[in-house]
């Protein structure tokens, strides 16, 4: 799937400025094509996904820097008080929600995007069952 500058921008949050950043600090790859007709595909969307979230934990540019080079995953210590983490939070109905850390749980934001959709197809199905 072919994803534009301006797509990623939407989805994401983050400039077009500061997507230009990462690439030529190489916290993502280049996209395909040159110039206008440049795309970037669904790696590259979770790739700024999982740098904001990071970010977002308090982690530096080079820091996360470190984590993509190493193609290491934050490390899952046990929790302690103080300890920052960052979480994917869905509310499935009143009364119903899901929270997950996917970088302890070892999933992708594609696998979190599909527990999620699975979770309210479930609960769909829980609430109308099929009449016999």
């Not at 007709?37 to 969307?45: D, F, I, K, P, S």
């Not at 990071?54 to 820091?63: H, I, K, R, V």
């Amino acid at each position: 799937m072919k994803i534009s500058l301006e797509q990623l921008v939407d989805q994401t949050g983050i400039s077009g400025r500061t997507i230009r950043y990462y690439i030529q600090k190489g916290l993502i790859p280049k996209p395909f094509g040159e110039k206008r007709g440049a795309w970037y595909t669904q790696v590259h969307l979770a790739d700024l996904l999982r740098i904001r979230q990071w970010q977002e934990a308090g982690l530096s540019l080079d820091a996360i820097a470190g984590l993509l080079q190493a193609k290491q995953e934050v490390p899952v210590a046990p929790r302690r008080s103080g300890t920052i983490e960052v979480r994917s939070h869905l509310v499935v109905a009143d009364g119903i929600e899901l929270s997950v850390s996917p970088e302890r749980a070892g999933l992708t934001q594609e696998q979190v995007r599909r527990l999620f959709r699975e979770v309210n197809d479930l609960l769909t199905s829980i609430k109308n069952p099929p009449e016999n």
